[in-house]
């Protein structure tokens, strides 16, 4: 399975009318409105940081926050960027993705964009939208913040579509794949954990 090359377990779905996977509410977002104006030249792809062991979490699991590992982790993101200017950070709904993007968007001087797509269960859409983003091909950095079960399938789905890998592969907590955009398609995929 395609699944496995990238080192993420696939974990076991929950059952139909779970509340666990009910849609949640998102704010609005007019980052893929000013696509026209500031598109990405990069996009970096990162798997949410250290949030515990959701089986262990009694709330809902969207709002299962980072643990004292994860809140490093996402402080330790802000100094792998170098200063690198950051003009969107869209992220899932779920806290610990919101949590280990904040740093990002706090040193940029932005706002965490909440986006469906990236949601639990959403790699189509989440493909969709790296692809929207990369056609906007203008110089910038856009950050997306998803799920263990979402990236590797974007990634299946930029490979095929002609996009070449350097380094490891892995989706590994707080990991970043670093996606280069030329002429509006992601021709490249660097992995950094």
């Known amino acids: 399975m395609e699944h496995h090359r990238f080192g993420c377990r696939r974990r076991p779905r929950c059952p139909a009318g779970n509340p666990r996977r009910a849609p949640r509410p998102t704010t609005v ?90 949601g639990e269960g959403g790699a189509d859409r989440a493909t969709l939208l790296v692809r929207r983003l990369a056609g906007a091909d203008a110089e910038a950095t856009t950050v997306l913040c998803s799920h263990a079960d979402v990236i590797p399938e974007v990634l299946r789905d930029l490979i095929m579509g002609g996009m070449h890998v350097s380094g490891g592969r892995g989706c590994a907590k707080a990991s970043v794949w670093e996606l280069t955009v030329d002429e509006g398609e992601v021709v490249h995929g660097h992995y950094r954990q």
């Open 29 to 118: 977002t007019g980052v893929l409105d000013l696509c026209d104006i500031f598109g990405p030249m990069t996009i970096l792809l990162i798997r949410h940081a250290s949030a515990g062991d959701r089986y262990r979490w009694w709330g809902d699991d969207a709002d299962r926050p980072l643990d004292e590992r994860g809140v490093a982790e996402a402080a330790a993101l802000v100094e792998l960027l170098d200063d690198r200017p950051v003009t969107a950070v869209l992220s899932s709904s779920a806290a610990r993705c919101q949590q280990t993007v904040a740093p990002i968007a706090r040193r940029n001087g932005i706002e965490v964009e909440v986006h469906d797509a990236l």
